[in-house]
């Protein structure tokens, strides 16, 4: 995802093995729809790294020296796609869990507003 206009991932590396089963997916996505992918994201660079022996991952490493590592273990070439497309339109922050349900800038005073409010 772009941040005024910049987008946030950097570099996707693709790391498979050639010969485990478990990369089968990755081996087909990197014939079939690696080539389009870096077509339509000339500012991404994407490198190919072979790890003989270990599960294929992808990860995606951002502007703000955060990184993504997505494990890709038997899934198909689409599946794969769709996480290599997850992890350009990410920003690359932490994911924060929220303390409450509601979250604004200036709390009331009185308390918010339930269903189960009398009156």
Request: hydrophobic content about 35%; proline content about 4%; glycine content about 8%.
């Given at each position: 995802?772009?941040?005024?206009?910049?987008?946030?991932?950097?570099?996707?590396?693709?790391?498979?093995?050639?010969?485990?089963?478990?990369?089968?997916?990755?081996?087909?996505?990197?014939?079939?729809?690696?080539?389009?992918?870096?077509?339509?994201?000339?500012?991404?660079?994407?490198?190919?790294?072979?790890?003989?022996?270990?599960?294929?991952?992808?990860?995606?490493?951002?502007?703000?020296?955060?990184?993504?590592?997505?494990?890709?273990?038997?899934?198909?070439?689409?599946?794969?796609?769709?996480?290599?497309?997850?992890?350009?339109?990410?920003?690359?922050?932490?994911?924060?869990?929220?303390?409450?349900?509601?979250?604004?800038?200036?709390?009331?005073?009185?308390?918010?507003w339930t269903t189960a409010l009398k009156m």
């Open positions: 995802m772009s941040l005024r206009g910049v987008w946030q991932l950097q570099k996707l590396i693709v790391s498979f093995c050639n010969w485990g089963g478990s990369s089968r997916g990755i081996r087909a996505f990197m014939e079939s729809h690696l080539p389009a992918f870096i077509e339509k994201n000339p500012q991404l660079e994407v490198v190919t790294e072979l790890n003989r022996g270990y599960h294929p991952f992808l990860k995606g490493l951002y502007k703000n020296k955060n990184e993504r590592v997505v494990c890709v273990k038997n899934m198909t070439p689409e599946d794969v796609l769709d996480c290599a497309t997850r992890l350009r339109n990410a920003q690359g922050r932490k994911v924060v869990k929220l303390k409450t349900r509601h979250v604004t800038k200036h709390p009331s005073v009185q308390g918010t």
